[in-house]
């Protein structure tokens, strides 16, 4: 297989997927994203805690009760292992593109990102 190469160039000043996908959760108000190292330093994990659409759209009915209804979360997980990259591809980045994708596929976050992380989006995107 070939290894996904993923890597920020030095001289890139822009924003990166995990920069963009800590604003995303923190505009809605979500806790931050947890990126945890694999057993044997063998990749990341990355959970995120995102709302859950579906919980919140069947309360309708909840809105005669004057308790504010607390959204609905879920927590989501994504994992990147090292023998899957080239050396200097950023797993954090690539697992922060993975989520900001499923978060909302529709909005043009890819625009703002590295060259390999903009290729990759729009990959998807024509899938």
Known sequence: TKQLDLTIPTNWTGTTPQKKLEEVLKKQQL???????????SGFKLTI?????????????AKKKKKKQQPQTIERQYQANHSDYTKTSSLKDHLATLALYELDPSLPLYSVFPGPFRTLWLSWMNE
């Open 31 to 41: 806790p931050r994203a947890k990126y945890t190292k694999l057993p044997k330093n």
């Open 49 to 61: 805690t995102i709302l859950d659409k579906e919980s919140n759209t069947n309360n309708s009915t």
